[in-house]
Every structure is written in structure tokens, then in C-alpha cells.
């Protein structure tokens, strides 16, 4: 029987343009073949009984979305003066000139604080470079960290900026040293950040020479951070965007987040590598998604051992760790209808995409990785095929280094900075799902 997606992949009606008009055509045409079954034979719930990807499993995927507007946020405290010393080349104005430089576009100026609390005064990307070169910024304030927070908070939720970018050295050093107000550091973030669920914080840690005022170097390695605080997707791509960028100088020493969790990325079926290859006669049939060019679902897949297929994913929102080291031990394909593990491998090269429907995904889905499955012997029949990245560990242990400061003074441990963690661990869920769905294709052998 001549199958449905062969007359509309020969056709002149472009697969999205077919789906725009509805699945009532899918049903009519599987009436008049006199198909008896659903394509979607096993009812899986992710999919319509016309082995479409329901459009609220769709809605869910996740990426990282690019921040149209940064705006970055300098403390300019005593305790930061060894970083700003005058005519001193260190890695802190290093890194700070390489992002200015390399996110011109997207940064929309430089906001220092210039009372130690809640005071800003605004500058360019190049004045602030030119200050920051010149030492303008050497001071005599405290570090009232919960004040300057509240006001790059306040800036957020009114709409100044999509992501903030908060650079620190995150040492809490209230008016008077007040016991009190330190004592209860952990409880304030706590109550401040509770107030904004719907903000991931991610926090980066760096190193750099620490100048004295005779020019000496007073400390080779001391801390200081990057807070980037927003909307999960935003916040995950500029995380990775500063971390791709900097991370070569090699100063960062790691990253932790919080309140990110990533749902099912972008994904499509590669229509050109069907299940027999897009060179062999016969290929199976794709089924369009509603999703804009995306493919979820095979037609009257055959069993043949020499089965396979490509699939196209879009990985870049992940954290940058696990990113950079994506291999076929960070995945795992099983069937869903039988629970058999299906032999797949990742592609250490993007596979040729000559066709218009190839550039289609490639378009809406912007892969970084490409997984061939070959299910083989694996299957009995009409199944969902699931992939699911594996979940791996956050390290977050490179932090604790510089726990356990007693003084501000002590220049390689960050004082207070435990307590800083503390709230913003209690404020939010540190434990974090790599990919909180997994991806589906149904392979179906309704039609032939």
C-alpha cells in the first residue's frame, strides 16, 4: 500500500505547510487506505493516534535563550582594591576586559557601586575598562553585599536587564563589622532570594594576583566571583557563554547553580538518514510533527537488522561540564514497550544534510550532537524509543577552599562566603536534572 508520508514527501505540499493544514488530513487519507490501526499502536501517551508529538510535550522543551541585555554590576569595596591597582596587569582585569570586549553588543553598560551599598554610578563598556586600568576605583568602603543584591534584584523585576552579572569578591563586611548582622548573613539571602523563585543564580569562581599599595603581589591566588542572576534559560546561556570565553585564560576554577533544572531539549529525526538510509530504495517514511520542521515519529518501520537512524539534538543549554563532554556514555536508548537497552552511538561528525528537509531541521532544531540509533534485533514491534541523558553529579567542591575565613584579611578564603551558600541553598534547590524528559520517537509499523 502506498503510504501516506510518501505521497506528501513527494508532493509539492512542504511538511509544514501539510501539518498547518491539520491532522484531519492525516485521518482522512488513513480512512481512505482503509488503514484498520492508529498509527500510534501501543496508545504512549506523548503521542496522538497519528503519531504526532502532542503539542504539550513540545511546549516543554527547553534551551537557553540568548540575553538580549546584560547589565553588569562591579562591586568597587576596599576589600576589592588589590584587584583595581594602577598600572598592575593582573587576571582579574584580564578576563574583565575579555568579556567587555567580546559581548559589546549584548551588554547594555556597567553599573559600579559606588558606596559600598546601594549607590551606582553608570559607565560604558570603555570607561569602565579605562578606570578599572587606571585605578580610579581603589576606595576605603565596606562590602554591604545583601544591599547591592537588592538593588540589581530590583533592577531585574523592573525590566532593566534580562540577565545581571554581579562581579564580587563577595566578602559581607557590614558598617561596624556588626557580630549581629553577620550572624544572621545566611537568613537574610535566604529571605531576599525567596522572594524571586523565579530567578536561577549561578555562581563562578575566579582567581587572580592581589596587588598591595607598595605594588607588591599580597596574594597570587585570590577569589573572586561572577554572579549571574535571571531566568534559568538566560542565566544558563550566559553562564556558558563566560565560561566558553574565559575558561581558556585559566583563571575560573568552577561554577555552581542554582535553582536550574533543564527539561527535554530540541530534537528532531534526520528525515534524509531513515531507518534504511536515505541511499537504499525504500526508505521508512517520516511522520512531520506539528513543531515547525521537527520529525518524531517512522512509518511502517522495518525490522531489518541493518535498521537505523539519526538523530539530531540541541545540547548547548547544558552545564558547561557536561556539555564539553558529552560521549555515548552519557546517554542511554531503551525501548519503552519492552525496556531492552538499543545499541546507538554518538557521531563525532556532523552527518551531510543535503536535502531541504535535512535543512529544515537543522534550522529549527540548531543541533550540537548527532546520535545514531540502530535498533537491530531490539524491537518486537510498534515501540517509543527513549533517549535520556544520564545524570551526573555537580562538583561543587572547589568552593569550599575558601570557606573558614575568620577576617576579611585573610586574602585567599572569601569571608562569609559559606554563609552566602548556605541561604542561597536554603532559598533554593541546589540538586539539579540534566534533562527532566526524555526524548521520544515512535516507530511505528502501521503503514507500509
Known amino acids: 500500500m502506498f503510504s501516506i508520508m510518501h505521497h506528501i514527501s513527494h508532493s509539492r505540499i512542504h511538511p509544514n505547510k501539510f501539518m498547518k493544514r491539520g491532522v484531519a488530513m492525516v485521518i482522512a487519507i488513513i480512512s481512505i487506505c482503509g488503514c484498520k490501526h492508529s498509527i500510534n499502536e501501543i496508545g504512549n501517551d506523548s ?58 553588543s549584548n551588554i547594555a553598560g556597567v553599573k559600579a557601586f559606588t558606596d559600598g551599598s546601594t549607590n551606582t554610578r553608570s559607565y560604558s563598556a570603555n570607561s569602565f575598562r579605562q578606570n578599572m586600568n587606571d585605578g580610579s576605583f581603589v576606595s576605603s568602603m565596606n562590602t554591604e553585599v545583601p544591599q547591592m543584591l537588592q538593588v540589581i534584584l530590583n533592577d531585574l523585576k523592573d525590566g532593566q536587564c534580562d540577565v545581571a552579572v554581579f562581579v564580587s569578591d563577595m566578602k559581607y563586611s557590614p558598617k561596624g563589622g556588626s557580630a549581629t548582622a553577620l550572624g544572621q548573613y545566611a537568613i537574610d539571602i535566604e529571605a531576599m532570594f525567596d522572594d524571586y523563585k523565579d530567578y536561577s543564580v549561578c555562581v563562578i569562581g575566579f582567581e587572580s594576583e592581589f596587588y598591595a599599595a607598595n605594588g607588591g603581589i599580597s596574594c597570587e591566588f585570590f577569589p573572586y566571583y561572577m554572579l549571574v542572576i535571571g531566568e534559568g534559560p538566560k542565566v544558563s ?53 506539528s513543531n515547525e520542521g521537527m520529525y518524531h515519529s517512522l512509518l511502517g518501520y522495518s525490522m531489518l537488522p541493518e535498521s537505523e537512524f539519526v538523530v539530531a539534538i540541541r545540547e548547548q543549554h547544558l552545564p558547561w561540564d557536561v556539555y564539553k563532554s558529552l560521549d555515548a556514555s552519557s546517554f542511554e ?9 538499543i545499541p546507538f552511538e554518538v557521531l563525532e561528525e556532523e552527518p551531510s544534510m543535503s536535502s531541504s528537509e535535512d535543512a529544515m531541521v537543522k534550522k529549527c532544531v540548531q543541533p550540537s550532537h548527532y546520535i545514531k540509533v540502530q535498533p537491530k534485533d531490539s524491537l518486537l514491534g510498534t515501540d517509543v524509543i527513549s533517549i535520556q541523558l544520564i545524570e551526573q553529579k555537580a562538583n561543587d567542591s572547589w568552593i569550599q577552599k575558601y570557606y ?45
Open 47 to 104: 503521542f496522538t493516534d497519528e503519531g504526532v508529538l502532542k503539542t504539550e510535550v513540545v511546549d516543554r522543551f527547553y534551551t537557553a535563550e540568548p540575553a538580549d541585555k546584560i547589565q553588569l554590576y562591579v562591586e568597587t569595596s576596599g576589600s576589592m582594591n588589590g584587584l583595581f591597582r594602577a598600572r598592575r596587569s593582573n587576571a582579574f582585569k584580564t578576563d574583565m576586559s575579555a568579556f567587555l570586549l567580546k559581548n559589546a
Open 237 to 289: 546561556y550566559v553562564r556558558n557563554m563566560i565560561l566558553s570565553e574565559l575558561e581558556r585564560n585559566g583563571h575560573v576554577q568552577g561554577y555552581i547553580d542554582f535553582n536550574q533544572s533543564y527539561g527535554c531539549p530540541y530534537y528532531s529525526v534526520l528525515p534524509i538518514h531513515g531507518a534504511l538510509g536515505g541511499l537504499r530504495p525504500n526508505p521508512n517514511e517520516l511522520m512531520a510533527s
Open 333 to 341: 536508548v531503551k525501548s519503552i514497550v519492552t525496556g531492552n537497552s
Open 404 to 448: 573558614g575565613a575568620q577576617r576579611e584579611g585573610e586574602l585567599d578564603k572569601t569571608f562569609s562566603m559559606d554563609s552566602f551558600i548556605e541561604g542561597l541553598t536554603n532559598a533554593y534547590r541546589k540538586e539539579r536534572k540534566l534533562q527532566e524528559e526524555p526524548m521520544l520517537v515512535l516507530i511505528s509499523t502501521a503503514i507500509e
